[in-house]
């Protein structure tokens, strides 16, 4: 997840926002993933 937020960070310092957008569409599908992995009631 830490890698998508410097990506994020990367593209939009680069003018290219959409691809930050996206880049925030990833690490909301990672950090899902993780909290149902890690979260209260792993499976």
């Known amino acids: 997840m830490l890698l998508m ?21 990833y690490l909301a599908v990672a950090a ?3 909290w149902g992995r890690f979260g209260p009631f792993p499976a």
């Open 5 to 25: 937020v410097g990506a994020m960070i990367t593209h939009v310092r680069h003018g290219s926002a959409a691809f930050g957008l996206l880049n925030l569409a």
């Open 32 to 34: 899902f993933v993780a």
